[in-house]
């Protein structure tokens, strides 16, 4: 089998580190050794540190380009992805699902963590989901955080992956931030693929699946960013799916599946993020997901679809 943290390195050292100042990022390395790569927290990132973000946090799973979304009289960017093995790239990568400390200090926001690192640490109950476990000596960790990380973090996923600290390598952005921004609204197949697993839908009979949502306004204030990302995948997010199943299969889930199904729909999610403490750990995981399901099935050759985009919604955010 291959590992994904070894496809991983290799997109930062071959198409990040060598390029950190044309992607508008810098690089540290920690006294233990750590690398360190600032793609959006002090340093600006942008388009292109976007891009190579999620491809290393996929680990090369998929392809990434951005697009067009359409709303209303307005015209957003999107950011696309299309993903093979979308069960390894999302659920044993990508999700954000480190265990990380949450700080008891008022309007602070939790940090995430992602990357190949989670499917050797195997620390989070959602990467044991899927059956697959890489072992490499080196890792790539994603950090969306407002602020770098430390040689503390590097040690703790140094020990939880059984490696040593100058074998890690730490792509860090804020959720506010252009690459931050970008990141999160790529995640349309990482929520949607957890959906389906938790809607009771097979995932080992999902052979593919492409995802596309707006890219939402890049803003300093984190509470802000963190509202606007997820309202952009909640409400303008698009998955399509290619699966080897039955008919009944698709139907018995399809209409569970989008957004729209949620018994919170609609409900303000700044107003949810604040209630859960600004923890979206602590948010109803029923909310998560994208709006329109696309699912077609490879044996028959039937088309499922379900959901609603809501551009109110967006309107209502960004301008």
């Known amino acids: 089998m291959f590992s994904i943290s070894e496809d991983a390195v290799r997109i930062v050292k071959e198409k990040i580190l060598p390029y950190v100042e044309q992607l508008n990022c810098t690089r540290t390395v920690l006294k233990n050794g750590a690398t360190v790569v600032d793609m959006g927290i002090e340093a600006p990132g942008g388009w292109l540190a976007a891009k190579l973000f999620i491809d290393a946090t996929i680990a090369g799973l998929g392809h990434v380009d951005f697009g067009r979304f359409q709303c209303g009289k307005y015209d957003l960017p999107s950011i696309d992805v299309y993903i093979d093995h979308p069960q390894v790239a999302s659920l044993s990568s990508q999700f954000s699902s480190w265990p990380m400390t949450m700080k008891d200090i008022p309007g602070y926001i939790r940090p995430f963590g992602s990357g190949p690192a989670r499917a050797?640490?195997?620390?989070?109950?959602?990467?044991?989901?899927?059956?697959?476990?890489?072992?490499?000596?080196?890792?790539?960790?994603?950090?969306?955080?407002?602020?770098?990380?430390d040689e503390s973090l590097a040690d703790e996923i140094a020990q939880a992956c059984h490696i040593a600290p100058e074998n890690v390598y730490i792509l860090a952005a804020k959720t506010g931030s252009i690459a931050g921004s970008v990141q999160v609204c790529s995640r349309t197949i990482e929520t949607s693929v957890w959906r389906l697993h938790t809607k009771g839908f097979d995932i080992r009979k999902v052979i593919c699946g492409m995802g596309s949502s707006p890219i939402a306004p890049p803003v300093k204030d984190e509470f802000k960013a963190m509202v606007r990302v997820n309202v952009a995948v909640l409400y303008g997010g698009i998955v399509?799916?290619?699966v080897d199943c039955t008919d009944a299969e698709i139907e018995a889930v399809i209409d569970q599946l989008p957004t729209c199904s949620a018994k919170r729909y609609g409900y303000p999610f700044a107003q949810m993020l604040e209630e859960g403490g600004r923890d979206i750990f602590k948010t109803d995981k029923d909310i998560h997901g994208v709006a329109v399901f696309e699912i077609m099935n490879y044996a028959t050759g039937s088309v499922f679809k379900a959901g609603e985009i809501r551009e109110e919604y967006l309107q209502e955010l960004y301008y």
């Open 120 to 149: 050797i640490a195997q620390n989070d109950p959602y990467v044991k989901v899927w059956n697959y476990v890489d072992t490499h000596h080196e890792t790539v960790f994603g950090f969306q955080a407002d602020v770098l990380p």
């Open 240 to 242: 399509r799916y290619i």
